[in-house]
């Protein structure tokens, strides 16, 4: 199965994933597609959601850069259990390019996952990776960053998001895009291979 990065307002980015049961030969490939996907595009994390999987997962490389294996994370059912304090930083995504706000998060947070071997791990993350977790699963549950901004800050970004909406629209006038019921059929079917 070959990976795009679908932009807002697809419907699979309001897509909440289930937790994975079953990790498989196919799925790492997904996993390494979209590791692929996420260096192509220049950003530091990537969703299931977000190339049209409904799988509880995401990739993430705090550093960004490609050749930094040892930074590589894959996060399956991800899971934060606890955050303190809070930042604001400035946020983009791969599904709404262009578009930057600030978003406050958790400045510190504890966060258990499994990897790709099925194995448990877990992480005390702090400052852009903390950030670059709590985006992520955002996604996993249909949050986006532009759900999370304040009324001016939003305001800010309403045309650039009006410019996506019209794309899409656009798309779906000349048959390129699905409909949203057959994108859900699609993600159900996906969903049920391994849950
Ligand atoms: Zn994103």
Known sequence: MKLEIVHYPHPA????SKNLKRVDAELR???????????AHEGVGLAANQVDLPYRLFVANP???SQ???????FINPVISSGKGQMEGDEGCLSIP???????????????????TGQTFQGELEGLFARIVQHETDHLDGTLFIDRLSPAQAAEVRDALEEFEIDFTSKRDCGEMPTDEQIATRLAELEQLRA
């Open 63 to 65: 550093t960004g850069d």
């Open 13 to 16: 980015l309001r897509h909440v």
């Open 98 to 116: 262009g578009v930057t706000a600030p978003v406050v998060r958790k400045e510190k947070i504890a966060v258990e996952a499994y990897d790709l």
């Open 29 to 39: 490939d997904m996993v390494a597609q979209m590791f692929e996907l996420m260096y």
């Open 68 to 74: 930094n294996k040892e930074a590589e994370q894959v």
